[in-house]
């Protein structure tokens, strides 16, 4: 099981996706400082998360989220309003 996920900066308020198989452990990396990219905004908190069977299929979904964008795909969704 592989999981696509959005969190949101408390700070900054930007938003980043990504796909992993263990969540609580890419959450505490971001939390952490450990991942580059999210170093800047934390910390972090998650928005919204989907499971997928493959990591093929995970892959598909995060390059879609991310060329609409985060907050384009959660208005979509009507998670944002």
Not at 23 to 33: E, M, P, T
Request: proline share 1%; hydrophobic share 35%.
């Amino acid at each position: 099981m592989y999981i696509v996920y959005i969190i949101q900066s408390e700070t900054s308020f930007k938003y980043y996706t990504g796909q992993t198989n263990d969540l609580a452990d890419r959450l505490y990396r971001h939390n952490s400082g450990f991942s580059l990219s999210t170093k800047s905004g934390m910390p972090w908190c998650l928005i919204y998360q989907v499971e997928l069977s493959t990591r093929s299929e995970a892959m598909i979904l995060e390059n879609k989220i991310k060329k609409r964008g985060a907050k384009r795909y959660l208005e979509d969704l009507d998670i944002l309003k």
